[in-house]
């Protein structure tokens, strides 16, 4: 197993109280797998990236448990030195923000060289060659030339590309990429969604895709974990996902998802907002949102029941919403 996260718990201290963003997350992601981290926004998505690659802001974030195992080694457990050098080789990340992620004053192909110089010990004369082929691999047009222009220069779209090029720069075994597409229009999504879903094919990466939107994942994904106030409520293989959820809150979320055979038709959404993570209600945290939920829900917490051997669901009716 390349990753393998477990029963994470992150934690922050707010003026509100505590805030309990990640509540015992565990998940697993493969050479050459696509997890799809699925949830509206808050539910502890970007959180338990951030503490997966050790970027987490500490304070005011707290780990307050769980380990973090990648290539059978603990992350959480390495001194920072160690984990910058995991960071740099091992594990890449993509925001869904470029133009904050990259440095507005370096020109493009100095920032993708700069990889291959601190990491590969190179000469700024090849890691320069390296940074238009890269820029090619992620088909920017005229990347010999363009290698000399600044962030803003480039659309949006451009510029996630260059993000995905940094990424993959130094063929990392796992990228972590968060909404990595939110900020884009629909048809650039799709082209920079497609060069991803490429790219990790080519390398047999392991790919953890956060997002909200269901849609994307469809085609690109081979397991979905759905996220709800700071939990795993349900993972299972895209396939019974589609089929039939197992859980309400994932098919709240299937059911709010645009349908170009359903135009102009109200969308359903899920009725109320998510919980503040201070007062995260007791029972079933989903049980205020449930069209299932009754007495039991609100006083027992599930745990991720056993649906089938590749699937878990955290709710006491998961039978009855298979069923639909
Ligand atoms: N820097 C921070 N300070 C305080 N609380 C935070 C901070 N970052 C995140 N949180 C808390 O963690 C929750 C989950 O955030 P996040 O993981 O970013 O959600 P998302 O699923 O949208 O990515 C937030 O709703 C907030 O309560
Ligand atoms: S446990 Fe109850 S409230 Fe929670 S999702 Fe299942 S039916 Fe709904
Ligand atoms: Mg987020």
């Not at 320069?128 to 480039?154: K, W």
């Given at each position: 197993?390349?990753?393998?996260?477990?029963?994470?718990?992150?934690?922050?201290?707010?003026?509100?109280?505590?805030?309990?963003?990640?509540?015992?997350?565990?998940?697993?992601v493969?050479?050459?797998?696509?997890?799809?981290?699925?949830?509206?926004?808050?539910?502890?998505?970007?959180?338990?990236?951030?503490?997966?690659?050790?970027?987490?802001?500490?304070?005011?974030?707290?780990?307050?448990?769980?380990?973090?195992?990648f290539?059978?080694?603990?992350?959480?457990?390495l001194k920072?030195?160690e984990?910058?050098?995991?960071?740099?080789?091992?594990?890449?990340?993509?925001?869904?923000?470029?133009?904050?992620?990259?440095?507005?004053?370096?020109?493009?192909?100095?920032?993708?060289?700069?990889?291959?110089v601190?990491?590969?010990?190179?000469?700024?004369?090849?890691?320069?060659?390296?940074?238009?082929?890269?820029?090619?691999?992620?088909?920017?047009?005229?990347?010999?030339?363009?290698?000399?222009?600044?962030?803003?220069?480039?659309?949006?779209?451009?510029?996630?590309?260059?993000?995905?090029?940094?990424?993959?720069?130094?063929?990392?075994?796992?990228?972590?990429?968060?909404?990595?597409?939110?900020a884009?229009?629909v048809?650039?999504?799709?082209?920079?969604m497609?060069?991803?879903?490429?790219?990790?094919?080519?390398?047999?990466?392991?790919?953890?895709?956060?997002?909200?939107?269901l849609?994307?994942v469809?085609?690109?994904?081979?397991?979905?974990a759905?996220?709800?106030?700071?939990?795993?409520?349900?993972?299972?293989?895209?396939?019974?996902?589609?089929?039939?959820?197992?859980?309400?809150?994932?098919?709240g979320?299937?059911?709010?998802v645009?349908?170009?055979?359903?135009?102009?038709?109200?969308?359903?959404?899920?009725?109320?907002?998510?919980?503040?993570?201070?007062?995260?209600?007791?029972?079933?945290?989903?049980h205020?949102?449930?069209?299932?939920?009754?007495?039991?829900?609100?006083?027992?917490?599930?745990s991720?029941?056993e649906?089938?051997?590749?699937?878990?669901?955290?709710?006491?009716?998961?039978?009855?919403?298979?069923?639909?």
């Amino acid at each position: 197993m390349l990753l393998e996260v477990r029963d994470l718990h992150v934690e922050f201290r707010t003026r509100d109280g505590v805030a309990r963003a990640v509540n015992g997350v565990s998940y697993q992601v493969d050479a050459g797998e696509t997890l799809a981290i699925l949830g509206e926004s808050g539910s502890g998505k970007s959180v338990t990236a951030q503490a997966v690659m050790g970027i987490l802001d500490m304070p005011p974030g707290r780990i307050t448990g769980g380990e973090v195992i990648f290539q059978g080694r603990d992350l959480l457990k390495l001194k920072e030195a160690e984990r910058r050098k995991v960071r740099g080789a091992g594990m890449a990340m993509i925001f869904q923000d470029a133009l904050s992620s990259l440095n507005p004053v370096i020109p493009v192909g100095d920032q993708l060289g700069e990889m291959f110089v601190v990491h590969r010990g190179m000469s700024w004369r090849d890691a320069r060659a390296r940074a238009v082929e890269l820029m090619d691999r992620v088909r920017i047009p005229a990347a010999r030339e363009r290698v000399r222009q600044y962030p803003h220069q480039f659309s949006g779209g451009m510029r996630q590309r260059i993000m995905i090029a940094m990424a993959i720069a130094l063929e990392p075994a796992l990228i972590i990429a968060d909404e990595p597409t939110t900020a884009l229009d629909v048809t650039v999504q799709a082209q920079v969604m497609d060069l991803l879903a490429e790219l990790q094919r080519e390398y047999r990466m392991g790919l953890v895709l956060i997002t909200h939107d269901l849609g994307v994942v469809a085609d690109v994904a081979d397991r979905i974990a759905v996220m709800y106030a700071g939990r795993i409520v349900e993972s299972a293989p895209v396939y019974d996902i589609y089929k039939a959820p197992a859980h309400p809150y994932t098919r709240g979320l299937l059911d709010s998802v645009p349908r170009l055979d359903q135009k102009g038709q109200e969308l359903y959404a899920i009725k109320g907002l998510p919980p503040n993570l201070t007062r995260i209600p007791p029972g079933c945290a989903f049980h205020p949102r449930c069209p299932l939920a009754r007495g039991l829900c609100r006083v027992d917490e599930p745990s991720l029941f056993e649906v089938s051997a590749t699937r878990g669901s955290a709710c006491h009716f998961w039978r009855e919403c298979l069923d639909g």
